[in-house]
T-cell receptor
Framework: GAGVSQTPSNKVTEKGKYVELRCDPI?????LYWYRQSLGQGPEFLIY????????DSGLPNDRFFAVRPEGSVSTLKIQRTERGDSAVYLC????????????FGPGTRLTVL | DAKTTQPNSMESNEEEPVHLPCNHS???????IHWYRQLPSQGPEYVIH???SNVNNRMASLAIAEDRKSSTLILHRATLRDAAVYYC???????????????FGKGTKLSVIP
């Protein structure tokens, strides 16, 4: 079946611009996660949705970052006033819910801020 | 969060078994031990998880020490496709806010020699 998809696969933007990154989770998965991965590091948690609500946004680095999941399926990560330090691979994962459910990751969006 | 310690890198010859160690001396009684791996330019993928008993699946085996302070991921016959970064992760990073985030370290980079 279809896995987690993310668009675009690559995004190049200029400092100060606004970007949106999209995640399509596996159909029926209630939980959705965003992570950020810098070069040479493991992924770092950003935010977790259970259904439509952001149940835990403790990983968002500052108020320039925001994510939505209005219908409990597709999610969009939004970054305002991008900075060079935001350059990273942004990963999305989904799971069926529950405390030991496997997370299925998408291929990521590589964001480059010039 | 309970932490894990893994070697930075390991090498294996193709078609030989590989034992990837992980130390987690501060593991709590309810923490599961999860392994994910990340192939180059891809998102992480689930490998295996366990709580107390050794576990086997089609990808690998997980051997858990009796005191649960360490574990070993076993790939029975390494192939070139197994070259990846392997992450050992405890529990699901329950933050007390209902989040089941994964807390990744730097993992072990496995190289497979033809």
């Amino acid at each position: 079946g279809a896995g987690v998809s993310q668009t675009p696969s690559n995004k190049v933007t200029e400092k100060g611009k606004y970007v949106e990154l999209r995640c399509d989770p596996i159909s029926g998965h209630t939980a959705l996660y965003w992570y950020r991965q810098s070069l040479g590091q493991g992924p770092e948690f950003l935010i977790y949705f259970q259904g439509t609500g952001a149940a835990d946004d403790s990983g968002l680095p500052n108020d320039r970052f925001f994510a939505v999941r209005p219908e409990g399926s597709v999610s969009t990560l939004k970054i305002q006033r991008t900075e060079r330090g935001d350059s990273a691979v942004y990963l999305c994962a989904s799971s069926g819910g529950g405390d030991t459910d496997t997370q299925y990751f998408g291929p990521g969006t590589r964001l480059t801020v010039l | 969060d309970a932490k894990t310690t893994q070697p930075n890198s390991m090498e294996s010859n193709e078609e030989e078994p590989v034992h990837l160690p992980c130390n987690h001396s501060t593991i709590s009684g309810t923490d599961y031990i999860h392994w994910y791996r990340q192939l180059p330019s891809q998102g992480p993928e689930y490998v295996i998880h366990g709580l107390t008993s050794n576990v086997n699946n089609r990808m690998a085996s997980l051997a858990i020490a009796e005191d649960r302070k360490s574990s070993t991921l076993i790939l029975h016959r390494a192939t070139l496709r197994d070259a990846a970064v392997y992450y050992c992760i405890l529990g699901l990073g329950y933050s007390g806010a209902g989040s089941y985030q994964l807390t990744f370290g730097k993992g072990t980079k496995l190289s497979v020699i033809p």
